[in-house]
């Protein structure tokens, strides 16, 4: 049976003249320089007839394929040229991320008592410090690992089929609001103040993270079919949080028919409407509105639930983030409340899997940090050194942000290796490819490969960069690839490359997207079969 891809890696903005980058998972050459070696095997016909489709002739195909311990390459096509990478990136700014910080590091969100106590009441300020955590519990399961679907909710108006975790988004909240009560504290008579001064959101980094991030920075809108056609379809929307308000008027129509759900918002983003049809006896569909004021929203919802705590705040809790009256420190301020996140390899693993945009960008700032910088930009000089260290020719990678989505971005199959075989030869190596998506099993390739011989031996980041040919009336594929290893027999693996640059599809139709999602697929598929029967 052929894999067939989910791209839920891409935000398929068919329409449009802005192309979308999206994450998908690169791997190739090693530390090593490729050995001299002789003439590669014959490429398995299977692959040959992909690369010559006709829907291909104006593209480009790379290929490459290395044993990471000899440095023996066994395929090789382009080895040495640039390629959009989309979501491939995401190896090198989680690689370096995980490096820089540790794959044990815990973000530990404070809660500081700013003024003095009298009894039960402070008289003062509550000041929540943001940390760069990218779930604040919202996804933390009760082992302390993290939760993550097939097709994650930050994609959910651009791909079909997203869904959500079942953890509830402020989870975090709830816990640092119940420590503040039994810290002895029942009334604020003063302020809940959020303080963002990590670091400075970046507008060049898209999306643009902040440190304080609930739920992604969204709010979650499903909508559930009614009865029969014509009734009015059920929604449920979460976080709920003051001042926002969701309300819908979608219809239900004739089992069978495509839902068509639109969303719109105020200025602001607290008032949120959804419009359109969704189909009887069809599955819930999820849409997501973005949160415009991180800050605010984050200073609501911890007054909101220190008042589910049982704890008093004499401020209004609809308003903006009063961060002038944050002190210039917390030197002798208690802190009366601690949220500590699960391991930054647990976030890497969300990352990889869902290609999750927001966290690969959150990894640069997250860099930046360590330099005592505030300045997101200033994250990319403590990748480079990464880089150099971990023997990647980072002249062979071009990146402007974390995630692979700017139009900057490009690398060699080779330097995708090279970060690749360094994580081979580190402690944390089976860590770190089992945080990449696994060909029929979950992530991006959860549904490809059910039953062929490569389940479960190919591990791969997937990546995607697409954009609306208004000219033609189709989709300009500027990327699909996919990198990582190939298991060639237990416990041994090969690092690959496989992906094709400048396709498109044969209309505006998203399936032709995800066709040539399927043939890259394939070809990974193939690659491992052969290496394999090699062994």
Not at 90 to 95: D, N, R, T
């Amino acid at each position: 049976m052929s894999p067939s891809v989910p791209r839920r890696t891409a935000r398929r903005r068919i329409a449009g003249t802005v192309g979308v980058l999206l994450a998908v998972g690169v791997v190739i050459t090693g530390l090593v320089q490729a050995a001299p070696s002789s003439a590669p095997p014959t490429l398995d016909p299977r692959i040959t007839s992909i690369l010559r489709k006709p829907e291909y002739r104006h593209a480009q195909w790379g290929l490459f394929q290395q044993n990471p311990e000899t440095g023996k390459v066994t395929q090789s096509r382009y080895a040495d040229q640039f390629f959009i990478p989309g979501s491939t990136a995401k190896l090198f700014s989680v690689s370096g991320t995980w490096h820089t910080l540790g794959g044990g590091h815990r973000f530990v969100t404070p809660v500081y008592a700013v003024g003095q106590r009298r009894g039960a009441t402070l008289r003062g300020d509550l000041d929540l410090v943001a940390q760069g955590d990218l779930t604040l519990g919202g996804r933390t399961r009760k082992d302390g690992t993290v939760a993550y679907t097939a097709i994650d909710h930050t994609y959910a108006n651009d791909v079909p089929g997203a869904t959500l975790t079942p953890q509830d988004p402020l989870a975090g909240l709830h816990q640092l609001a119940q420590q503040v009560r039994k810290s002895g504290i029942r009334r604020v008579d003063g302020d809940v103040v959020l303080d963002a001064r990590l670091f400075r959101p970046d507008p060049a980094l898209v999306p643009s993270p902040t440190p304080l991030i609930i739920n992604d920075n969204l709010i979650d809108l499903l909508t559930s079919p009614g009865a029969r056609a014509g009734a009015p379809a059920g929604l449920q929307w979460r976080p709920k949080v003051a001042p926002y308000h969701v309300t819908s008027s979608v219809r239900t129509v004739a089992a069978g028919k495509p839902a068509d759900i639109t969303v719109s918002s105020s200025a602001d983003g607290t008032h949120i409407r959804l419009t359109g049809t969704i189909a009887a006896g069809s599955a819930p569909v999820l849409r997501v509105s973005a949160v415009k004021d991180p800050n605010a929203f984050g200073r609501t919802a911890m007054i909101e639930a220190l008042k589910r705590a049982g704890v008093e705040v004499r401020a209004k809790a609809i308003g903006p983030n009063p961060s002038g009256q944050l002190p210039k420190s917390y030197q002798g301020a208690p802190a009366v409340a601690r949220y500590t996140s699960p391991t930054y390899a647990q976030y890497a693993k969300l990352i990889l899997k869902v290609s999750h945009n927001l966290g690969a960008n959150l990894g640069i700032c997250l860099m930046a940090t360590t330099t005592g910088s505030t300045n997101c930009e200033d994250g990319f000089p403590v990748l480079a050194r990464f880089l150099e260290q971990a023997r990647v020719d980072r002249k062979a990678v071009q990146l402007a942000d974390g995630r692979g989505g700017n139009p900057a971005d490009r690398t060699t199959p080779r330097a995708l290796a090279q970060i690749l075989t360094y994580w081979q030869h580190t402690p944390d190596a089976l860590r770190f490819r089992m945080s990449l998506p696994i060909l029929g099993v979950d992530g991006t390739l959860a549904d490809s490969c059910h039953s062929c011989p490569s389940r479960g031996k190919v591990f791969a980041k997937t990546g995607t960069a697409a954009g609306g040919d208004t000219l033609n009336d189709r989709v300009a594929v500027g990327a699909e690839t996919a990198a990582g290893y190939l298991e060639t027999r237990p416990g041994r693996f090969e690092v690959f490359f496989t992906g094709v640059n400048g396709a498109s599809t044969p209309d505006a139709d998203i399936n032709g997207v995800l066709a040539i999602g399927n043939d890259v697929a394939d070809v990974a598929a193939r690659l491992q079969q052969q290496a394999s029967a090699r062994h």
